[in-house]
């Protein structure tokens, strides 16, 4: 049997998959940001939402993943209708968040 090399993204805990964000120098860590919501880019503003609960929510490292889950959901329906209303994620309108 044949072994092949596959690689396969760390799912570790909350701490873990935030540091792709908090590592980061603050200017480079806006200018992803800002690449991300540009381009709509739905697992990176995902993960920079879990990223922000994770080191500036209330519950720290220690949001629940059903509170996690339902950040995601919200991030992607948002993202959803931003494409469907041709909305900018980088200069919304007041009342595009509702």
């Known amino acids: 049997m044949e072994m092949g ?4 993204l760390f799912r570790g805990d909350l701490l873990a998959l935030s540091r792709e964000w908090t590592s ?3 200017d480079e860590l806006r200018r992803r940001a800002v690449q991300a919501a540009g381009e709509k880019n ?3 503003l995902v993960s920079l939402t879990t990223a922000y609960l994770s080191h ?4 720290g490292v220690l949001t629940r ?5 339902a950040y995601k959901r919200g991030v992607r329906q948002f993202l959803a209708w931003a494409e469907g209303q041709a909305v900018s994620l980088l200069r919304p309108g007041g009342h595009d968040g509702q």
Not at 5 to 8: G, K, N, P, S, Y
Not at 65 to 69: F, R, S, Y
Request: hydrophobic share 40%.
């Open 42 to 44: 739905a697992a990176a």
């Open 65 to 69: 993943p059903h509170t996690i889950a």
């Open 56 to 59: 500036a929510g209330g519950s």
């Open 24 to 26: 980061l120098h603050d």
């Open 5 to 8: 090399t596959t690689l396969e």
